[in-house]
């Protein structure tokens, strides 16, 4: 029943920008922390940034001051703000509450499609 769509990815160059949305279902997630995940070629999923109910952010350190996480909490959304790609920013990206720490693969809830950003020029 709880369900997440992760919307916004697609190709961009090297040092562009992408605003990615997750929309959540089947439940009231104000009360949670959010996270984004992602998952690279041949990597294992890692959560890179979560919010808290009351707003508050860590990202791990390869995304910090190029990534912004918010939440729209009455929409039961997530948003990631991603600038200055790279690379190595490619992979397929997902929302879910975290069950564990940055870094981490841990997740409460089953996974949706994800999103798909590439970078390349």
């Known amino acids: 029943q709880v369900q997440f769509v992760e919307s916004g990815g697609g190709l961009v160059q090297p040092g562009g920008s992408l605003a990615l949305a997750c929309a959540a279902s089947g439940r009231d997630f104000s009360s949670y922390t959010m996270g984004w995940y992602r998952q690279a070629q041949e990597k294992q999923r890692e959560l890179i940034a979560f919010i808290t109910s009351g707003g508050n952010t860590l990202y791990a350190e390869y995304v910090k001051g190029r990534f912004t996480i918010s939440r729209n909490s009455a929409e039961n959304a997530v948003y990631l703000q991603s600038t200055s790609l790279k690379p190595e920013d490619t992979a397929v990206y997902f929302c879910?509450?975290?069950?564990?720490?940055?870094?981490?693969?841990?997740?409460?809830?089953?996974w949706g499609p994800g999103t798909l950003v590439t970078v390349s020029s």
């Open positions: 879910n509450v975290p069950l564990g720490s940055v870094n981490s693969s841990r997740a409460a809830y089953d």
